[in-house]
Every structure is written in C-alpha cells, then in structure tokens.
C-alpha cells in the first residue's frame, strides 16, 4: 500500500478521548464520507485505518479517533501537531453516502465520525438522514446537536443499552440504505436488532472497525 505524505492542519478534542484530525488533502485525493483511509506516521513501521468523518473533502479533510494509550498509533496521531507530517493512502470501502435519500447511520465510538459526516452532508443536499449512536461518552456533540437543532432524527444512547427498540423504530422510517461503523460488539447488536425488526432494509452497509 504506497502512503503519501502530507501535513497535519489540526487536532481538535472532540470528547473524551477523543480528537478529530484535520488533515491537507493529498494531489489527487478525493474520498466520500464513510471511505475509509490507512494512515501512518514517520516513528512508526504501522499504519492504520480510519473513516473520513468531513462530509466533503476540499483542502482538507477530517478523520475522529478515539485513543486507547495502550494502542501502537492512534495515540501517536493523536499527538501530532499542526505542521507536523502524516501518510496518507486511500480512499477504501464501499460503505459511503453516495446521494441516497433517506441514510439510516447506526453508530458507535468513533463511528459517530462518518455518522455526522454523512448526515451533514445528506442534509445539505437536501435529503432525509437519521442517526442512531450508542456510546459510553458522547462525542463530536456539538455536531450532533447542530444536526438535531436542524430537524435530523438523532438518537444518543447510553453503552448499555438494548438496540432493539431503536432500531426498529429508525427502520419504520424506511431508509433507502443503512450504514453501520463501529467496532465488532456493535456490528453484532445491530445485526440482531436489525433481524429483530419486523423490516428486511435491502441496502445494509457495514464498516467493521475490527
Ligand atoms: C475499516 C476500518 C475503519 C476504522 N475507522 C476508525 C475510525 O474512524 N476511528 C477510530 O478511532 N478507529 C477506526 N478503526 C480502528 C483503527 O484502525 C485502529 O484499530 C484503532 O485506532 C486502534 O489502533 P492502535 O494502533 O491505537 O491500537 P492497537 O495497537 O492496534 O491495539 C488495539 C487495542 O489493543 C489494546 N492494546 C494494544 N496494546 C496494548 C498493551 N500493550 N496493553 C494493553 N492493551 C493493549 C488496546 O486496547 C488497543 O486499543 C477502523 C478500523 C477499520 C478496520
């Protein structure tokens, strides 16, 4: 996978351990929300992937970590400082908006990123999205209440809570597609909640967060 290089614009704490990276946009690159990018740093051999959480790529684009300080690079990223470099490859996955008219986003940890990246881009075109979030601690807020604020479905649930109900009641709004992003545990609750429901979305795309 060849990485190219490019510079940090910021690094902005987007909840508890939690940072939304602002990164220039390599020649030639263009990603849709919900893409995901492999990303690496000088000081290390490893690389990792994260979703473009921007609803559009122009200069710049964004992409929201959540840090565990025992992880090998998301720590260190999260560290950068503007100027400091950054590789970049990608765009990868299918699980992107892509003009649908009703976007279901079920969402959790850093899969609000792409959650409110596909909302805030649905909506200015026009369209209908919702968003589910389950989470431990809220993040990206501020983003989620603008979308609220503007008439968007925003559903925020506590860690522990039961998927079922929700689900099913975002899925009688009958999306035209529903994008999941999340690490494994959660793409598992959906998967029952989802086969719980009394509706059969044609259009399910999961992003495994692993
Ligand atoms: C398609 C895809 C999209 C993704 N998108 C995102 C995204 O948008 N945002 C995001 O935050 N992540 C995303 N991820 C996950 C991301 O790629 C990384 O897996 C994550 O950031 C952890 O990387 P790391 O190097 O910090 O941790 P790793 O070193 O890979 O470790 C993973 C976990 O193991 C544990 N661990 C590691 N070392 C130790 C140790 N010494 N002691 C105890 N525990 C340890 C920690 O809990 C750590 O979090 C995505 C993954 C995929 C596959």
Known sequence: MDHESTQISAVESVGPDAVAVTIDTPDGFDAAPGQFVSLSVPESDESRFYTVSSPSVTETF??????????TLAPLIAERAVGDSIEVAGPFGDAHYDGQARPLVLASGPGVGPAVAIAERAHSEGADPAIVYRDATVIHSDRLDTLADAGVPVVILDADADLRDPVATALDRDPDVVFVYG???FIDDVEAAVAAADADPAD????NFG
């Open 204 to 207: 399910v795309r999961v992003e």
């Open 62 to 71: 964004e992409v929201t970590l959540t840090i565990d300080p025992d992880g």
């Open 183 to 185: 690490f494994a545990a």
